[in-house]
Each structure stands twice: as structure tokens, then as C-alpha cells.
């Protein structure tokens, strides 16, 4: 059974930080991509952050370089996004992925994401 349990997320307030988890079972790990999506409200899902397992090449949004960093403990079969400087925008839920593809595969195309976790809901103050 493939598993994806992101945890971590919260309110906090504008420049605060969060580091969110998603912790993966049911699949190999290294054969994958991870990446962090999110959602707001009336919005598109959207690629924040995603990594490679077997080489730890990283891709970023614009708008997350330079606060956010995605990262790989293979051991663990675990990916975190700790964000930094966190900005109302930032708001909504956030969710684990993971696809075939290298990391700026997955970011580009959401829809070859084949494994989705529940979701983490990050909330920044204004």
C-alpha cells in the first residue's frame, strides 16, 4: 500500500517559518521524484518544490527560491520543505507528491504526479 503522510503544517505569521514532512512507504523510494504542491482556495494546484531521490537535484517555483529548501533523507524514505520568510501568499494546503519523473518533470507537468498524500494545511498571518 503506497503512503504519503505530510505533516508540519500550521499558522504562523508573516516572515515566520515552517518545516513540513512527508513521509513515504509502499514504493521505491530512490525510483521516484518527491515534490511539495499546493492549493489555495478557488486556485490551481501548483509545483512549489521537488526533488530527484536518486541524486537530490532540486527544483524550485520562483517564488520559493530563496526561502524554501526541499530535502531528502533516503534513509527515512522522507522529504521535508522547510520554508522560510513564509508570506501570506504562502497560504494553503500543501501536498506530498511523487512521480517517475526527475524533479523538473514532476514540478512541470502536475499530471504526471502518480502518488498524492492528504494534504497539510499552512496558514500565514498577515
Known amino acids: 500500500e503506497v503512503q504519503l503522510v505530510e505533516s508540519g503544517g500550521g499558522l504562523v505569521q508573516t516572515g515566520g517559518s515552517l518545516r513540513l514532512s512527508c513521509l513515504t512507504s509502499?514504493?521505491?523510494?530512490?525510483?521516484?521524484?518527491i515534490g511539495w504542491f499546493r492549493q489555495a482556495p478557488g486556485k490551481e494546484r501548483e509545483a512549489v518544490s521537488c526533488?530527484?531521490?536518486?541524486?537530490?537535484?532540486?527544483i524550485y517555483k520562483d517564488s520559493a527560491k530563496g526561502r524554501f529548501t526541499i530535502s531528502s533523507d533516503n534513509a527515512k524514505n522522507t522529504v521535508y520543505l522547510q520554508m522560510d520568510s513564509l508570506k501570506p501568499e504562502d497560504t494553503a494546503d500543501y501536498y506530498c507528491?511523487?512521480?517517475?519523473?526527475?524533479?523538473?518533470?514532476?514540478?512541470?507537468?502536475?499530471?504526471?504526479?502518480?502518488?498524492w498524500g492528504q494534504g497539510t494545511a499552512v496558514n500565514v498571518a498577515s
Open positions: 507528491a511523487a512521480g517517475p519523473y526527475a524533479a523538473w518533470g514532476l514540478c512541470k507537468y502536475v499530471s504526471t504526479v502518480d502518488y
Open positions: 509502499g514504493f521505491t523510494f530512490d525510483d521516484y521524484a
Open positions: 526533488i530527484t531521490s536518486a541524486d537530490n537535484s532540486t
